[in-house]
């Protein structure tokens, strides 16, 4: 099977041409095939000269300067929260913390919510498939409160196990359900939706991992009625360093402080101190403010190209890439194995190829993907494999570049034959 470019949603010429490390040589005469989007997305020139124009033209800090720059550094900041606000539908500007990235916002809530409201009995409940940021902080907190961290299983088609959540919700004194959108390994997509609705029933919250979803499919809060949504915005065109924690706001207001210092408070005397109003509260010290701007941008290029058009666009790679990989004798693929409604990764075993030296030799024919664990040790301990091999393809991605991955293929299976 081969797929023309026809069948997009968009000029893909165009998309790539604003992507200047698409145009580049990987090593020597081979142009780079960048298929490690889930780790990390590339940037656009616009996130690139938005970040350039700030430190060029009017670098100063925030919320504290009265000068001219300091101004316009601002308005660019809350700017940049505004247009992140209408991204995911929040209801208002202060339910928008900038944060380091989708583990700090996680660790926030953990910190702030969790340490303020979770006690020995209570449940906080998880899954098999989530990344190490969505269970560590809650281990760590268990540790501390001694509150009981329990996780609900995948069935074997690598979709949740809802029978079991339900059951859960049902039986044990949840009071969080902390779950990812869409799986970094699987390309699972839970029902978010559904699970706030159930998690609600029982009186629990629900805080959603959308790291990996935010970037790839339109992620509504509101429609969601999710309690807390984590991303990064490295994962969506934007720069490293800079992420949002969502949260409803009679939620936020209800919670202490994390981190302290300067800009979250109202008054600080020697004995004692206040807090700002929302989202400041959280903000402590001089923020990241060329990573918010940058993030702002990079929601700006994503609204142009539409996220519904990013979400077809990825839907028709994903079902490519999941076909031609599955023609690969000796190729094992794990997750819903059906292109539609799964996220755009796919991640495999190669024949004996261990994929750390799969990775190595698509990577000298001009092929990024990941191999590891993925940051992922307890689904590879559920799936009963130390390691996998993962492509994951994004907005700029083209089936020419799927053709090359499976080629490569090909390739290693011969170099490993001798
Ligand atoms: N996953 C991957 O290669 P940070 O590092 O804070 O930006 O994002 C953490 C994170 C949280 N949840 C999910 C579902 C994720 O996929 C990630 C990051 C990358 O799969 C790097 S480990």
């Known amino acids: ?53 700030y430190y060029r033209r009017y670098n100063a800090n925030v919320h504290r300067g009265i000068h001219k720059l300091s101004e316009e550094a601002t308005v660019a900041y809350e700017a940049a929260r505004v247009k992140v606000r209408k991204f995911i539908n ?103 939706a559904e699970i706030a609705r159930l998690a609600h029933e ?65 008054r600080v005397t020697l004995e004692g101190s206040t807090w700002n109003d929302l989202p400041y509260k959280f903000e402590a010290g001089t923020p990241n403010i060329a990573q918010a701007i940058g993030l702002g941008a990079a929601v700006d290029y994503l609204s142009r190209l539409g996220m519904k058009q990013v979400q077809a666009h990825e839907q028709i790679l994903t079902e490519y890439m999941l076909e031609r990989l599955a023609e690969v004798p000796g190729v094992t693929l794990y997750g819903p194995q059906n292109g539609a409604n799964r996220g755009a990764v796919a991640t495999f075993r190669f024949a004996e190829i261990h994929p750390h030296d799969l990775a190595q030799l698509l990577d000298a024919e001009g092929i990024a993907v990941r191999a590891g664990h993925h940051c992922a040790m307890p689904l590879h301990d559920y799936l009963g494999v130390g390691a996998t091999a993962r492509a994951s393809v994004y907005l700029y991605n083209t089936p020419v570049e799927i053709d090359a991955l499976i080629e490569g293929l090909y390739k290693a299976k011969k170099v490993f034959a001798g």
């Open 90 to 192: 929040a209801g208002s500007k202060r339910e928008v913390i900038f944060t380091r990235g989708t583990t700090e916002s996680i660790n926030l809530v953990a910190n702030s919510w969790g340490r303020a409201n979770l006690k020995p009995g209570d449940v906080v409940l998880s899954t098999v498939m989530e990344h190490h940021s969505n269970i560590v902080p809650w281990q760590l907190l268990a540790a501390e409160k001694g509150f009981t961290l329990r996780y609900v299983p995948i069935l074997s088609d690598g979709t949740l196990d809802m029978d079991t959540l339900r059951q859960e919700l049902a039986t044990q004194p949840v009071r969080l359900v902390t779950i990812m959108h869409m799986s970094n390994v699987l390309g699972t997509i839970n029902p978010v």
């Open 1 to 53: 099977m081969s797929m023309t470019r026809q069948a997009f949603p968009y000029d893909l010429d165009q998309v790539r041409a604003d992507f200047p490390i698409l145009n580049q040589e990987h090593h020597a005469g081979t142009p780079l095939i960048y298929l490690d989007n889930a780790a990390s997305s590339q940037k656009p020139l616009s996130v690139i000269e938005t970040i350039d124009d």
């Open 202 to 266: 029982h009186g629990a919250l629900i805080l959603v991992d959308g790291a990996q979803s935010v970037p790839h499919m339109p992620v509504d809060v509101q429609a969601i009625d999710a309690d807390f949504l984590a991303f990064s915005g490295h994962k969506m065109v934007g720069p490293t360093g800079v992420g949002i924690l969502y949260g409803k706001r009679d939620l936020l207001e209800t919670m202490p402080p994390w981190m302290s210092g300067g800009d979250m408070i109202s």
